[in-house]
């Protein structure tokens, strides 16, 4: 298994290296965009976990004019025993964007991109953010259908036709569109809350899709080459790219605990929010210190 990890993390390495040398070819935005936060070269050390910041962005989408992250996931991954946590953040919660004051959280992206959106995260959490994932729905959805689809066990029933979603509760094969689809669905009891706990849902998914479906070298080199295909970077190097994805390839999908903020729905003014609800703090706290949430 280890050397189908450093092979599969190599092929990653490559392939994104290869699609940044054509970005200035490219027709059509990335369906990811990785940034790294951090000036100095990425290097995980045991004991130390690693934070990465993964965000569903709207651009492009009518009405839209700019990015807003309307999805936000904080993943921690603890180094030394491939398990972690991933904090799942409405994108309607009420919070202090550092140099804008209080706004709601999936502005921070627009006012100031990756950099800002990991600031204020940090400002929030307290855990250091080290790589902004970017997905874009549209290109998402191509990505999707090129790795084959993801298996999601649906837990409610969800009918809306406003998201197209339409499922019934239980194991469910999603195309491209389909996920997108459960992504976007609000009309549900708990409305952005319960979105954003299916977000994880999908996140989490699509990792077990590379490691489970395909375990050895040549089954996760393809799923690595395919996301080579659909990647951009800034401020990140081949070794960086070969680090994260060693890294990412050692986590157990079933290892890493899913939660979401402890928030509740509220006004400012006309607008509709989510406010950081009691037992927020102690919970940053807990994942914070080795992304391993013990106490929650």
Do not use: C, W
């Not at 190599?10 to 290296?17: G, I, N, S």
């Not at 627009?110 to 997905?135: K, M």
Request: zero cysteines; a negative charge.
């Amino acid at each position: 298994m280890r050397r189908a990890v450093l092979v599969a993390a190599a092929v990653l390495a490559t392939a994104v290296a290869g699609a940044l040398l054509a970005a200035p070819g490219r027709a059509a935005p990335p369906a990811v965009e990785i940034h790294k936060v951090d000036a100095g070269s990425f290097s995980p050390r045991p004991g130390t976990p690693v934070f990465m910041l993964a965000l569903g962005l709207d651009g492009g989408r009518p009405g839209i004019d700019g990015d807003r992250s309307d999805a936000i996931h904080l993943i921690g991954v603890n180094p030394s025993t491939g398990t972690g946590s991933m904090l799942n953040i409405p994108r309607d919660t009420y919070v202090n964007i550092p140099g804008h004051g209080q706004s709601k959280i999936n502005d921070a992206y627009a006012l100031g991109g990756p950099d800002l959106a990991a600031r204020t995260i940090e400002q929030l959490t307290g855990a250091h953010v080290s790589f902004v994932l970017g997905l874009r729905f549209d290109p998402f959805q191509q990505l999707v259908d090129e790795v084959g689809g993801l298996d999601v066990n649906v837990p409610m029933p969800m009918h809306d036709h406003f998201s197209g979603a339409d499922f019934n509760p239980g194991p469910a094969h999603l195309s491209g569109a389909a996920a997108l689809s459960f992504a976007r669905d609000r009309h549900l009891d708990g409305g952005d809350l319960t979105r954003s706990d299916h977000q994880g849902l999908l996140i989490l998914a699509a990792l077990a899709k590379v490691r489970g479906e395909h375990p050895g070298a040549t089954g996760v080199a393809h799923y690595l080459a395919v996301l080579g295909r659909h990647v951009s970077v800034s401020n990140v190097t081949p070794l960086d790219l070969y680090r994260l994805g060693r890294l990412a390839l050692t986590i157990d999908p079933a290892a890493i605990r899913s939660v979401v903020l402890p928030a509740r729905l509220g006004q400012v003014g006309p607008a509709s929010v989510v406010f950081v609800g009691p037992g927020a703090d102690s919970l940053f706290a807990d994942l914070r210190d080795d992304a391993v949430l013990q106490a929650h």
